[in-house]
């Protein structure tokens, strides 16, 4: 008990003096899962949006194969981008390897089903909605998919906040492709790891304090943001 | 109304939907020839609205055809708009509204800006122009509904229940709009449960029983004399069914 509140007293010190090791391992897992984040959502946005708009043969399968893929196993897809970018791989000649590159590529694999499934869903509840009144407007379904998007956005505000969740907290698939070396690879979820193996709870302590904060941060941003387009809109 | 060559009339052939074996309206065969109100009415599951969407296009017959005098589609999908029973807003202001409609049909810059403002004027939403669509009452959002569809300058619109939803004041306006939108050279074709509305404003009835078309009249006529047992029962109330 005493060992776990010298702890919390040494990782509120490391938050409170602003440690530059603490933050750089911050700034890192910013930089990489918001890169992450976004090369999703524009890929993800558009691809669950078309999967809601447009009648193809194959449809049915295809939701059912993007749903399944946003229960991917972190290990999993890290060890697929191993392979990719390893020595043996197809890119190998890329060197991203051991990169925050690398992660970036992890995670948006990981994430993207996630941006693109849920919101999926959310265009396709909306476009129940709209569908015949857009279609009477003559919008054609490929011009009504910017109008899905935008009128959705609030629910898809939640959407991608769900991806970012799941990228920031995933430790599985950055450390087998990142390495989680020390001033350069080395994010939040990974430090945890190893400094809690170590015995370092301080460190760890505070990073997952850090992990927590963010985590209501965003959610509390994403709130005021809602409700502030909600009201102009 | 749109300049140029006319797209009616409207003439249906054997018009038949059905979903699986359910034969839900037809055979039908109509003509729509010009301008004027026509106001098409019946009871609950008569097969009223299934036929507005049929004739804008927004189903296909299961058999029998639907011509208008044109074949173009872009010029058809121009000149015809509909308003729905619970108006469908986008999640914008209300002039956005308006104005996205009219950029879905090629208006561009100031001429969308002024197009937007005129209707919005002319329907009495200019000062809630900037307002959300969906914080509007219903019936000004019913109104703006209409707004949208004749900043279109449509040749023909379908009204499908347009006052169902509304309270007698908020209908009241927007039984006025639709007269003003038909006076400006608009043809409207309306759904309606509204007998009394019907008599106002309407100047040609098609009455329609079980997805059938019992009767059609000038709206003077169906009111004093109906033609069939079937229109005379709906009048009198006795037709739910």
New interface residues.
């Given amino acids: 008990m005493n060992e776990l509140s010298q702890a919390f007293s040494t990782a509120l010190t490391l938050l409170v003096g602003l440690d530059s090791g603490l933050l750089e391992i911050v700034g890192l897992s910013l930089r990489v899962s918001g890169t992450a984040l976004l090369l999703a959502s524009v890929v993800g946005l558009p691809i669950g949006a078309a999967l809601a708009v447009y009648r193809f043969r194959g449809r049915g399968a295809a939701v059912v194969a993007l749903n399944a893929l946003m229960g991917l196993p972190p290990v999993v897809v890290g060890l697929l981008v191993y392979l990719v970018l390893s020595r043996e791989g197809p890119l190998a000649s890329l060197a991203l390897l051991f990169t925050p590159s690398a992660m970036v590529i992890a995670q948006f694999v990981l994430i993207t089903p996630i941006v693109a499934a849920l919101s999926r869903q959310v265009v396709a509840d909306l476009w129940s909605e709209y569908e015949e009144q857009l279609r009477s407007l003559g919008a054609t379904p490929g011009r009504a998919l910017p109008t899905l998007l935008w009128d959705g956005r609030h629910s898809l505000l939640t959407t991608v906040l769900a991806g970012f969740g799941r990228a920031v907290a995933e430790v599985g698939a950055v450390i087998i492709v990142g390495g989680n070396i020390a001033h350069v690879t080395r994010v939040m979820t990974t430090a945890i790891q190893l400094e809690t193996r170590k015995g370092d709870l301080a460190l760890a302590l505070a990073l997952g304090i850090v992990l927590l904060f963010l985590s209501l941060l965003i959610n509390a941003g994403v709130s005021l943001l809602t409700r502030a387009t909600e009201r102009r809109a | 109304m749109t300049a140029g060559a006319s797209i009616l009339p409207l003439v249906a052939r054997g018009l038949v939907y059905q979903v699986g074996g359910d034969r839900l309206l037809g055979p039908i065969d109509f003509e729509l020839e010009g301008s004027g109100r026509t106001i098409v009415l019946g009871p609950n599951g008569a097969g009223k609205s299934l036929l507005l969407?049929l004739a804008?296009g927004?189903l296909a017959p299961s058999s029998g055809t639907l011509e208008w005098r044109t074949s173009d589609a872009a010029e058809l999908?121009?000149r015809q708009?509909?308003v729905?029973d619970r108006a469908?807003l986008?999640?914008?202001?209300a002039r956005?509204n308006v104005e996205?409609?009219l950029a879905?049909?090629g208006s561009r810059g100031a001429e969308r800006r002024a197009r937007a403002a005129h209707v919005l004027e002319r329907t009495g939403l200019a000062r809630i122009g900037d307002r959300?669509?969906r914080a509007l009452s219903a019936g000004e959002q019913q109104r703006l509904a209409l707004a949208?569809a004749w900043a279109?300058r449509p040749e023909v619109l379908f009204l499908d229940e347009p006052t169902a939803s509304l309270d007698p004041a908020a209908a009241r306006r927007v039984e006025e709009l639709i007269v003003e939108i038909g006076s400006s050279g608009t043809a409207i074709v309306m759904t309606t449960h509204d007998l009394a509305l019907a008599r106002r404003i309407g100047d040609e009835v098609l009455f329609l029983h079980l997805g059938l078309l019992k009767e059609r009249a000038p709206a003077a006529d169906f009111f004093a004399a109906p033609g069939t047992p079937e229109a005379q029962a709906f009048q009198r109330g006795e037709l739910t069914w």
Avoid: D, E, G, N
């Fill in positions: 969407r804008h927004l999908r121009r708009a509909m729905f469908v986008l999640r914008r202001s956005a996205y409609a879905l049909h959300a669509a949208r279109l």
